[in-house]
C-alpha cells in the first residue's frame, strides 16, 4: 500500500466526492476510482457504498479511515522529526539556570531536550541571577531561569514556577515546637545570599529594617554552601522549602514555625525572541512542561505553576 493511496482515500473521505478529492489530489476522478478499486481489491471488502448521490464509508471503509490516518499522521511526524535533525545538527543551545533550577527540574527539562533534539548540542551553565542577566545581556545565552527577568527589546520573559520558601534551621539551634516572631529570628545568626542579590532583597523587607541584620548575617552565592552552612548549625536562613526535602525527612534541618511567612519565589525565565525563533520557542515550551511535570511529582504547597 503506497502513501498516496492511503492520502488518496483519505481526501475522499473528508470530500465525499470524486471530483474534489481528484482536486485536491492534483489527478482525476477515473485515477481516483482506479485507486479505490485497487485498494478494495487488496483488502478483498467493499470500502464504500455509492448510490447516486448517497456516499458512505463501509464498517470496514471506517476502519481502514482510522488506520490510514493513524499511519500518515505518524508518517508526518517522522519527516518533521528527521528534518529538525538535519537542520540542529551542529545547532547550540545555551541555557543557564540559578541553583534552586539546577536542584529541581532543571536534569529532566535537558534530558527531554535530548530525547526530542538528539543532535541539538546543549550548554548549561549554574550561575547567580545577576550573572545570568549580565551574560543574557551580553548574548552569552538563549534561556536562562532566575530570579529577575533580562529586560530588553529582543527579549521575553515568563513565569515557569513558583517556589515555597521557608525559614529553616538545624535542630541544634532552633526549637520546632515553638512560634518564632520577626524580632526572634532577627537576634538569631542569619544565613543567606549576598547583598544586593534578589534573595537577600527578599530577606531584607521582611525585618523592615536591614540593621537588624547587619551584625547576625553570613553570606554565600552558593545555596548548596548555605544549605551545609544551616546543617552546620550556623545559622538559620529561608530558602526553598523544595530543595531540601531530603535534610528535612533526614532530620538535619527542620521548619521553622514562623508568626510571618516568608514570601514565595517565583522563578522567571527569559528567552531571545529574534535569534533561532523555532528553536527557541520549542526549548521554552519544553522548560514550562518540564517545570509543570516537576511541580506536580511534589506537594503542592512547595512548588507550583503560577
Same mark, same amino acid.
Given at each position: ?13 473528508? *470530500? ?39 456516499? %458512505? ?17 505518524? &508518517?508526518?511526524?517522522?519527516? *518533521? ?5 538535519? %537542520?540542529? *545538527? ?89 512560634? &518564632? ?24 523587607? &521582611? ?16 545555596? &548548596? ?12 536562613? %529561608? ?14 534541618? *527542620? ?47 512547595? %512548588?507550583?505553576?503560577?
Amino acid at each position: 500500500m503506497r502513501i498516496l493511496d492511503m492520502t488518496t482515500f483519505v481526501a475522499l473521505a473528508r *470530500h465525499r466526492h470524486f471530483g474534489r478529492a481528484a482536486q485536491e489530489m492534483h489527478t482525476t476522478q477515473p485515477a481516483i476510482s482506479i485507486r479505490l478499486a485497487a485498494m478494495e481489491q487488496e483488502f478483498g471488502t467493499k470500502l464504500l457504498h455509492r448510490a447516486g448521490r448517497d456516499f %458512505a464509508l463501509t464498517p470496514a471503509g471506517e476502519r481502514v479511515l482510522a488506520t490510514f490516518q493513524a499511519i500518515l499522521s505518524s &508518517y508526518e511526524d517522522l519527516k *518533521h522529526e528527521l528534518a529538525d535533525g538535519d %537542520a540542529l *545538527h551542529g545547532k547550540v543551545v545555551r541555557i543557564g539556570g540559578i541553583d534552586s533550577v539546577s536542584s529541581t527540574w532543571l536534569t529532566p527539562f535537558v534530558e527531554a531536550l535530548h530525547d526530542t533534539f538528539p543532535t541539538l548540542k546543549i550548554e548549561i551553565t549554574v550561575e547567580g541571577t545577576k550573572n545570568l542577566i549580565d551574560g543574557m545581556n551580553k548574548g552569552e545565552f538563549d534561556v536562562i531561569f532566575a530570579l529577575d527577568p533580562a529586560i530588553g527589546d529582543n527579549f521575553r520573559s515568563f513565569t515557569s514556577c513558583v517556589l515555597q520558601m521557608s525559614w529553616v534551621g538545624s535542630p541544634k539551634m532552633i526549637d520546632p515546637d515553638r512560634v &518564632y516572631s520577626v524580632d526572634d529570628l532577627a537576634h538569631m545568626p542569619i544565613i543567606t545570599f549576598p547583598k544586593d542579590t534578589p534573595p537577600y532583597r527578599m530577606i531584607a523587607p &521582611y525585618f523592615q529594617d536591614e540593621q537588624v541584620l547587619a551584625n547576625k548575617l553570613t553570606s554565600s552565592n552558593s545555596l &548548596y554552601s548555605i544549605i551545609n552552612l544551616l546543617i552546620d548549625g550556623f545559622g538559620v536562613g %529561608a530558602i526553598p522549602t523544595v530543595t531540601i526535602k531530603r535534610e528535612l525527612k533526614m532530620g538535619l534541618l *527542620h521548619q521553622i514555625r514562623v508568626s510571618k511567612r516568608f514570601p514565595a519565589m517565583p522563578i522567571i525565565g527569559t528567552y531571545q525572541a529574534t535569534a533561532q525563533v523555532e528553536l527557541i520557542r520549542r526549548v521554552v515550551e519544553q522548560a514550562r512542561m518540564s517545570a509543570a511535570q516537576f511541580c506536580a511529582t511534589v506537594d503542592p504547597a512547595m %512548588a507550583w505553576v503560577d
